[in-house]
């Protein structure tokens, strides 16, 4: 079974400050997702990550993938208090026609002036 | 607006009714999915449609039943639910299965009593 272990499950940070979300999974996979959820509200996609030593960036948010390591990191620079959120990530992989996705349980992100 | 619309938004239930979650894409998309998000576990993928057909039921009790009657609807069918499948619901599409982007509803939030 696939296991997927997101750390930390709290970060608090101070606006200006650097800092980085782990994503550890268990087993071989051929993708991993990130998201982003505002408080009550819907999910929102990040990135999709498909290959060793993917790397994509959006604003202040990147995103790469290792998956020798079977892991990912979400790295936020100069964190501005719109960031705040929760972010997940996923891991899936596709064998035929099964399709299969197990989420980490979430880093709460708040940024603080 | 993500163009994925999911009704009703709120839903309270008994344990003995029968209801019918809806959600409908405007985007164009082949494939569609159910996630659950429960306040003490991680979000789970529920069911995965591809071109109208299921892909994966990853392990769900039959009191839930999906229906894709076309690419551009998604329902779910409830009956007998249980107190523990108190949740918020989210419907999400992307343009093909594997690779893509997923657009998410902005989710149903349920309570069976």
């Known amino acids: 079974e696939l296991k997927v272990e997101q750390n930390p499950l709290f970060l608090s940070m101070q606006e200006g400050k650097n800092y980085t979300i782990y994503c550890n999974y268990s087993t071989t996979s051929d993708r991993l997702y990130w998201y982003r959820q505002d408080p009550g509200k819907s999910l929102e996609s990040l990135f999709v990550?498909?290959?060793?030593?993917a790397v994509k960036q959006e604003g202040r948010l990147m995103a790469s993938l290792d998956t020798k390591a079977r892991l990912s990191t979400l790295h936020i620079t100069a964190a501005v208090h719109d960031l705040s959120a929760t972010y997940f990530c996923a891991v899936g992989w596709s064998g035929g026609s099964n399709y299969k996705l197990t989420f980490g349980k979430g880093t709460l992100l708040t940024v603080n002036p | 607006e993500t163009g994925v619309t999911q009704t009703p938004r709120h839903l309270v239930m008994g344990m003995t009714n029968k209801k019918s979650l809806k959600c409908e894409q405007h985007?164009?998309?082949?494939?569609m999915y159910w996630y659950k998000q429960s306040a003490k576990k991680p979000l789970e993928l529920m069911f995965v449609y591809n071109f109208k057909e299921q892909t994966e039921n990853n392990s769900v009790p039959s009191r839930f039943s999906p229906e894709c009657p076309n690419s551009s609807h998604l329902f779910l069918h409830l009956h007998t639910l249980q107190p523990e499948d108190s949740a918020l619901y989210l419907c999400?599409?992307?343009?093909?299965?594997?690779?893509?982007?997923?657009?998410f509803g902005p989710g149903t939030r349920l309570t069976v009593t």
């Open positions: 985007l164009g998309h082949n494939a």
């Open positions: 990550l498909l290959s060793n030593g």
């Open positions: 999400a599409s992307s343009q093909d299965l594997l690779d893509s982007w997923q657009y």
